[in-house]
């Protein structure tokens, strides 16, 4: 792997994850704001937890803290498919390619044994899971996976309400 040694190295955030997961919403990697403040969707724009309110009836006025707990307690765990990158800026166009470093799934989904559900927040997520896929990563075929449109404040082709419509539909869905 070459690394443009100009651009840090940065490395994601941890997986926040109880065993009784049931779904598992995957971004790629962090903007530079989440890493600064060390939370996961912490730009102010970012349209993560107001659906997480929609839908899971998160609090997003809570504290961090509280918003994860919250999060947990409906069974969502959070991740990034992306463990460690090269990027200038937040944005997932600026990622070095020839830095990326997925996450160890292998090892981490059987720590989630009632997962239901993975959620890829943003085409950057999906395409990295793709990468896993073809480095042989399976997924059990009661695990449904779903590609969902980014809650970054970049992706603002597609407004809100079309956002949680899709991503709805993908909470109904998950429950059966």
């Not at 765990?77 to 090269?86: H, R, Y």
């Not at 993975?118 to 399976?138: H, R």
Request: charged share 10%.
């Amino acid at each position: 792997m070459q690394l443009n040694n100009e651009l840090p190295l940065l490395s994601g955030l941890a997986p926040v994850a109880q065993p009784d997961a049931k779904i598992l919403i995957l971004g790629s990697m962090p903007g530079q704001a989440s890493l600064d403040a060390q939370q996961y969707y912490g730009h102010p724009r970012n349209q993560f937890w107001p659906l997480m309110q929609q839908l899971f009836g998160v609090d997003s006025t809570l504290p961090y803290a509280g918003r994860l707990i919250a999060l947990q307690q409906a069974g969502v765990a959070l991740w990034d498919v992306i463990g460690v990158c090269q990027r200038q800026g937040s944005l997932d166009s600026a990622i070095r390619s020839s830095s990326v470093q997925l996450n160890d799934f292998a090892a981490f989904l059987p720590e989630l044994p009632q997962l239901q559900a993975i959620w890829l927040n943003g085409s950057t997520a999906a395409k990295s899971w793709q990468k896993l896929q073809k480095s042989g990563l399976t997924l059990p075929a009661t695990i449904q996976l779903w590609s969902l449109p980014s809650s970054s404040p970049a992706h603002a082709a597609c407004s809100f309400s079309d956002k949680l419509m899709q991503w709805q539909h993908a909470r109904q869905q998950s429950q059966n």
